[in-house]
């Protein structure tokens, strides 16, 4: 394979490097995807997931990359194929907080009544949102860069320099792998694990306002299932389910909905989620390849997946 070959190498098969790699393929570049795992084996596949600003930085640049992706996702929303739905539902605190900033983007966005939110629970708001079953969007993004000519090959790197010389762009799409290939040691693995269970006739989600806290509640129904959540462990590189944690996750989202309480366990997902102080979009020269830099989302790998795909186009 060589520079006539292809026009960019994305590195990585997650949601950030396949929705990277369709936005490269749409814009009439040859591509090609490099990626360790398959995309069903990322920590994609094991988000929840649903649309909004988790704990990302810089604000400002936050704000466009989130705007745009809720944009396309409002419009993925009209296609069952895609995976994605809007969905209603409470998010809420246990103490008096502010609601999000982000809050009036969203459909139907109100302060709860005290009799709408779980006991317990001090401040709450309602909305309708993009909630994303990621078995079968991963599936869709795959579909979507083969029709655009896209080509997606298993081959572990162990460092950038690796793939100069094979795209005159190389897009850096690693997610937690950034941090040796960079390398960046201030990516740092934030353990995900969720629930999977089957769906008692819940229609709308819940999600607590838990801060910095390392236990998560929130569950998103998804058709005939319904996914709880979680856990956010910082520097937790294990990626096999704790029976403990599991048990944990379940009560939690039992005592806010009781119906969830005995349904059968389907599965367990587990993701680290690729976090440093600022997510990394920029670009750099190496050698004679131009290298763009999109990593570091953290939890919010869907909420920026378009918006910052569209900043890699654009710095081309």
Same mark, same amino acid.
């Given at each position: 394979?060589s520079?006539?070959?292809?026009d960019?190498?994305?590195?990585?098969?997650?949601?950030?490097?396949?929705?990277?790699?369709?936005?490269?393929?749409?814009?009439?570049?040859?591509?090609?995807?490099?990626?360790a795992e398959?995309?069903?084996?990322?920590?994609?596949?094991?988000?929840?997931?649903?649309?909004?600003?988790?704990?990302?930085?810089?604000?400002?640049?936050?704000?466009?990359?989130?705007?745009?992706?809720?944009?396309?996702?409002?419009?993925?929303?009209?296609?069952?194929?895609?995976?994605?739905?809007?969905?209603?539902g409470?998010?809420?605190s246990?103490?008096?907080?502010?609601?999000?900033?982000?809050?009036n983007?969203?459909?139907?966005?109100?302060?709860?009544?005290a009799?709408?939110?779980?006991?317990?629970?001090?401040?709450?708001?309602?909305?309708?949102?993009?909630?994303?079953?990621?078995p079968?969007?991963?599936?869709?993004?795959?579909?979507?860069?083969?029709?655009?000519?896209?080509?997606?090959e298993?081959?572990?790197?162990?460092?950038?320099?690796?793939?100069?010389?094979?795209?005159?762009?190389?897009v850096?799409?690693?997610?937690?792998g950034a #941090?040796? %290939?960079?390398?960046?040691?201030? +990516?740092? /693995?934030? &353990?995900?694990?969720?629930v @999977?269970?089957?769906?008692p006739?819940?229609?709308?989600?819940?999600?607590?306002?838990?801060?910095p806290?390392?236990d998560?509640?929130?569950?998103?129904?998804?058709?005939?299932?319904?996914?709880?959540?979680?856990?956010?462990?910082?520097g937790?590189?294990?990626?096999?389910?704790?029976?403990?944690?599991?048990?944990?996750?379940?009560?939690?989202?039992?005592?806010v909905?009781?119906?969830?309480?005995?349904? #059968?366990? %389907?599965?367990?997902?587990?993701? +680290?989620? /690729?976090? &440093?102080?600022r997510?990394? @979009?920029?670009?750099?020269?190496?050698?004679?390849?131009?290298?763009?830099?999109?990593?570091?989302?953290?939890?919010?790998g869907?909420?920026l997946?378009?918006?910052?795909?569209?900043?890699?186009?654009?710095?081309?």
């Amino acid at each position: 394979m060589s520079r006539r070959d292809i026009d960019a190498l994305v590195i990585g098969a997650g949601v950030s490097g396949l929705t990277t790699a369709i936005c490269l393929a749409e814009a009439g570049l040859r591509v090609t995807i490099w990626t360790a795992e398959p995309p069903h084996q990322t920590t994609s596949y094991a988000a929840g997931a649903m649309w909004g600003p988790y704990l990302a930085e810089p604000i400002d640049r936050v704000r466009v990359w989130s705007a745009r992706t809720l944009a396309v996702l409002r419009q993925l929303a009209t296609d069952p194929q895609t995976g994605v739905r809007l969905v209603p539902g409470i998010e809420a605190s246990r103490k008096p907080v502010d609601p999000p900033e982000w809050g009036n983007q969203l459909d139907g966005f109100r302060l709860c009544e005290a009799d709408e939110m779980p006991d317990g629970f001090a401040t709450g708001w309602r909305y309708t949102a993009p909630i994303v079953d990621m078995p079968i969007y991963l599936g869709y993004l795959e579909r979507r860069f083969a029709v655009g000519g896209g080509r997606i090959e298993i081959r572990r790197i162990h460092s950038l320099d690796q793939a100069v010389g094979v795209a005159p762009v190389v897009v850096n799409c690693a997610g937690m792998g950034a #941090r040796a %290939l960079v390398p960046d040691p201030e +990516l740092t /693995p934030i &353990r995900g694990q969720l629930v @999977v269970v089957e769906n008692p006739g819940i229609t709308e989600f819940f999600t607590e306002d838990t801060g910095p806290s390392p236990d998560l509640l929130h569950f998103y129904p998804q058709g005939e299932t319904v996914v709880l959540g979680g856990t956010a462990q910082p520097g937790d590189w294990s990626r096999e389910p704790d029976p403990n944690t599991t048990a944990a996750i379940i009560d939690r989202c039992s005592e806010v909905e009781p119906r969830l309480r005995g349904t #059968r366990v %389907l599965g367990q997902r587990i993701g +680290l989620r /690729p976090t &440093r102080t600022r997510v990394r @979009v920029e670009g750099q020269r190496l050698d004679s390849a131009t290298l763009i830099h999109n990593y570091g989302h953290g939890g919010a790998g869907i909420t920026l997946s378009w918006g910052c795909a569209a900043e890699v186009v654009a710095r081309l």
